[in-house]
């Protein structure tokens, strides 16, 4: 696509209940990394693929958190049994190859647990 | 722990004038420094620097690296409305790992 597509934009999820967050990234583009932004935080890494494999899952808060890319295209993060702190909004970027200059971010996804 | 810390947090100039974004950053194997403009929810790509004292420029905007002293700056001249917007800056380190660290941002709001 012509962009980096996520979605849903907006999540408001049940404490405790599991969600995916699903990235469409930018055709072509082999990395694709995933961050979240809390209310006044600046960007937290969360994992990043190359193709379908990932060779940094350094950034994922729990085991709660896990992510797949299959096809080397779309990704999805799933967050298991979901709590208040994972509120945040969860940003999935694409770039050509590992390491090429300035990302493409998506819109993100707000995720809200209540 | 790798680190970016920018400044300030947030500033309120008036349209027309210039303003400097600071960002400085302890990062193992550092790589290279971008910036990024966040209006709504995905931020844009302003700049890459990877060497040290070659400005980028683009337009009104304009970024320089200082990679003895570890800091950036991003400066915009003639500030217009449109400016207004969290400018965030990232750390890229080196070796296998890819992910960026952010700073929190700098909060620009331009009066006109």
């Known amino acids: 696509g012509a962009g980096v597509s996520q979605s849903p934009s907006n999540k408001v999820t049940e404490k405790g209940k599991d969600v995916e967050l699903r990235c469409d990234p930018i055709s072509g583009h082999t990395a694709l990394y995933w961050y979240r932004q809390s209310l006044g935080q600046g960007l937290e890494f969360l994992i990043y693929?190359?193709?379908?494999?990932?060779?940094?899952k350094s950034g994922l808060p729990s085991d709660r958190f896990s992510a797949e890319r299959t096809g080397g295209s779309v990704s999805t993060l799933t967050i298991q049994r979901t709590q208040q702190e994972d509120s945040a909004v969860y940003l999935c970027?694409?770039?050509?190859?590992?390491?090429?200059?300035?990302?493409?971010f998506g819109s993100g996804t707000r995720l809200t647990v209540v | 722990e790798d680190k970016v810390v920018q400044s300030p947090l947030s500033l309120v100039v008036h349209e027309g004038d210039t303003v400097t974004l600071n960002c400085s950053y302890e990062?193992?194997?550092?790589?290279?420094l971008l910036w990024y403009k966040q209006e709504k929810k995905a931020p844009t790509f302003l700049f890459m620097l990877?060497?040290?004292?070659i400005e980028k420029k683009s337009g009104r905007l304009s970024s320089i690296l200082d990679k003895k002293e570890l800091f950036s700056i991003l400066n915009i001249t003639a500030t217009q409305t449109g400016d207004s917007a969290i400018y965030l800056c990232?750390?890229?380190?080196?070796?296998?790992?890819?992910?960026?660290?952010f700073g929190k941002g700098t909060h620009l709001i331009i009066q006109p």
């Open positions: 693929f190359q193709g379908n494999s990932a060779p940094d």
């Open positions: 970027a694409s770039s050509l190859v590992w390491g090429g200059d300035g990302y493409t």
């Open positions: 990062v193992t194997n550092f790589r290279s």
């Open positions: 990232a750390a890229r380190p080196g070796g296998g790992a890819d992910g960026l660290t």
């Open positions: 990877t060497s040290s004292g």
